[in-house]
C-alpha cells in the first residue's frame, strides 16, 4: 500500500506502524504516483530501499513538526511561542509491549521498541538532553 500525504499534510513523513507492507510519500510524490496510475494501462512498482537518504533537496534541520506549537498566536498574540523545542517526530523510543506497535488491538505483534511522535516525546529528548550535558 502506498500512502500519500494531502496539500494539507505536504511533504511530512511521519513513522507509522502497519500490519500490511506499506509505506508513505509526501503531497509532491503522491501526486506524481498518482498521475502516473491514471495514465498507464498496466501501472506497475517497484519499493527498493536505499538506505536512509539525508537532505535530497532539503536539509535535515532546522525544522518544527506541524503538530508543534510556534509563535507568536495570530489570534492571540499575548500567547508567546515556545522557548524551549526539541525533536518530537519519528522518535525511537521504548515501548511497552503492552500495545502493538500499531497500537490496534488485532495487531498480535510486540516490540520493545516503536518508532513515534508527539509533544510527550520532545519534552522527554529536551530532559535527557538537559541531564547528559549538566
Keep these: 500500500m502506498i500512502m500519500a ?3 494539507l499534510e505536504g511533504n511530512e ?3 507509522d506502524a502497519h ?11 503522491g501526486d506524481k504516483i498518482r498521475a502516473y ?3 498507464a494501462a498496466s501501472p506497475t512498482a ?7 537518504v539525508i537532505g535530497e533537496g532539503t536539509s535535515p534541520a532546522p525544522k518544527v513538526a506541524s503538530f508543534s506549537s510556534r509563535g507568536p498566536n495570530r489570534v492571540t498574540p499575548e500567547i ?7 525533536p518530537g517526530v519519528n ?4 515501548w511497552t509491549g503492552a500495545a502493538a506497535p500499531s497500537d490496534l488491538e488485532i495487531d498480535p505483534r510486540r516490540v520493545t521498541f516503536n518508532i513515534i511522535s508527539g509533544n ?15
Design 13 to 15: 513523513l511521519l513513522a
Design 91 to 94: 522518535i525511537l523510543a521504548g
Design 19 to 29: 500490519l500490511i507492507p506499506a509505506t508513505m510519500v509526501g503531497a509532491t510524490e
Design 37 to 39: 496510475i491514471e495514465s
Design 120 to 134: 510527550n516525546l520532545t519534552i522527554f529528548t529536551s530532559s535527557v538532553k538537559k541531564f547528559a550535558i549538566g
Design 5 to 7: 500525504n494531502t496539500d
Design 80 to 86: 508567546l511561542k515556545p522557548d524551549v523545542i526539541a
Design 46 to 52: 517497484t519499493i527498493q530501499f536505499r538506505g536512509t
